[in-house]
């Protein structure tokens, strides 16, 4: 059993640098040409399912790769969906002031979720996916991404805090 995680393409606030959470930001013309040479470049690999969060920079993705597999189901997880930074959500990730509340790890973010909160819907999502044993793609974000991996490989809080998945990356994990 294979699990790759991937991060979704690109969008106008990773060019800008922006906190993009549950903000609905889509794919650029840069990140819509990622999820085709992501779909190239999957197409040997078996898959049985394709999963990604509810937002469309995420399905959009992983819709590239389904549609190059026959046969491969395309499942949408709520569970998957970045991380609710609250009031910090548009911000460039270089204000002051979101730095210093990134820096606290595992607070929960002024009208958002902390990174434990995320941690408790993604673990036993990759739990349920461990039960099933079946090739599967994870379309998701860089916070979604962060926290699967520290999953499978330990990480102290500083390579955690600065962990980050580049724009259709792909990380495999063999059970």
């Known amino acids: 059993m294979k699990i790759y995680l991937t991060r979704h393409g690109e969008t106008l606030w990773n060019q800008e640098d922006r906190v993009q959470g549950m903000t609905d930001v889509p794919l650029n013309d840069r990140g819509r040409q990622q999820a085709v040479e992501l779909a190239e470049r999957m197409a040997g690999v078996h898959l049985d399912v394709v999963y990604t969060s509810q937002l469309q920079r995420a399905m959009v993705t992983g819709m590239a790769v389904a549609d190059r597999h026959e046969g491969c189901r395309f499942e949408v997880r709520e569970c998957l969906n970045e991380m609710n930074f609250g009031k910090y959500e548009g911000c460039v990730r270089t204000d002051a002031e979101y730095q210093e509340e990134k820096r606290k790890y595992f607070k929960r973010y002024e009208g958002g ?3 434990l909160d995320v941690a408790a819907r993604v673990y036993p999502f990759i739990e349920q996916l461990k039960a099933r044993g079946e090739d599967a793609l ?11 991996t520290s999953h499978f490989v330990p990480m102290d809080n500083e390579e955690f805090a600065t962990y980050a998945l580049g724009n259709c990356e792909v990380l495999t994990f063999e059970l």
């Open 113 to 115: 979720e902390s990174y």
């Open 138 to 148: 994870v379309v998701a974000h860089n916070g979604i991404c962060r926290v699967f």
